[in-house]
């Protein structure tokens, strides 16, 4: 595993709500950057992080008839905030991370170019990617697949709050079931939801692998990392 793109979900690391900070289990986010701080001495690390626990266009967006390409652009600037905030935790861990942005906002978040992507990574630093892809229309996970091809990933991990691809929504159906591998058509085929058509397609034309997994089960990432069964693979 030369390098690996880490799709995070502003849920999972900062909880949910107006009042996100105070539903935090700074615990649960420490252990991640303890987890990514050993892993960075083997590999290069880039993170995509989300912005759901601030606001998400497909719930608040629809609830307030907010048009989506307002509703989208309000949810990337939620995930500079979640970027800032992870930044800072890796700093307090004494760790370099550099917040880079699909658009830039003055002595905050600089732009993302291949030049400050290859800078980064000669110099050993955890790169934050926020604000999506910057376009309306597209989910960070699309956007983990698109920064992944960037910093010369092949593999993503979508960590989140299942323990990998289901047959049906298992918060719905007791009865779902895991699908530990599966391959991008068969994803596509059954229109699996737990990340969208858009973002596989993308995956299987460059061949980046999947693997989703839950990033609340105990020291997830070094799973990810070193349990071939650990989640869901698709590929």
């Known amino acids: 595993m030369n390098s690996v793109l880490i799709k ?9 709500g107006v009042s996100a900070a105070d539903n935090a289990n700074y615990q649960h986010i420490q252990s991640i950057v ?15 992080i989300g912005g759901g626990n601030f606001f998400r266009a497909s719930r608040q967006g629809v609830a307030l008839g907010i048009r989506q390409p307002v509703a989208d652009f ?13 930044q800072d935790f890796f700093a307090r861990s004494g760790v370099v991370a550099e917040v880079l942005g699909a658009f830039e906002i003055s002595g905050v978040v600089q732009n993302i170019s291949n030049q400050r992507i290859e800078a980064a990574q000669v ?14 229309f597209f989910t960070t996970d699309t956007c983990a697949v698109l920064r992944a091809l960037q910093i010369g990933a092949k593999l993503v991990w979508k960590a989140t709050n299942v323990d990998g ?4 929504d298992p ?8 699908l530990k591998r599966l391959s991008y058509s068969q994803f596509m085929a059954q229109d699996l939801k737990v990340m969208d058509l858009t973002s596989i397609s993308l995956a299987q034309k460059y061949g980046v ?24 693979s698709i590929e």
């Open 123 to 136: 110099d050993g630093k955890i790169i934050i990617f926020v604000g999506g892809t910057g376009n309306p």
């Open 209 to 232: 692998k999947i693997k989703v997994f839950n990033v609340f089960t105990k020291n997830a990432l070094f799973n990810a990392a070193n349990d071939v069964n650990f989640g869901s």
């Open 8 to 16: 995070l979900s502003g849920e999972c690391l900062f909880g949910k």
């Open 34 to 48: 303890d987890q990514i701080k050993v892993l960075k001495q083997s590999c290069k690390i880039g993170i995509v």
């Open 74 to 86: 309000v949810g990337m600037l939620a995930t500079v905030m979640n970027g800032l905030l992870l």
């Open 165 to 168: 691809v289901y047959d049906f």
């Open 171 to 178: 918060n719905k159906n007791l009865n779902a079931k895991i």
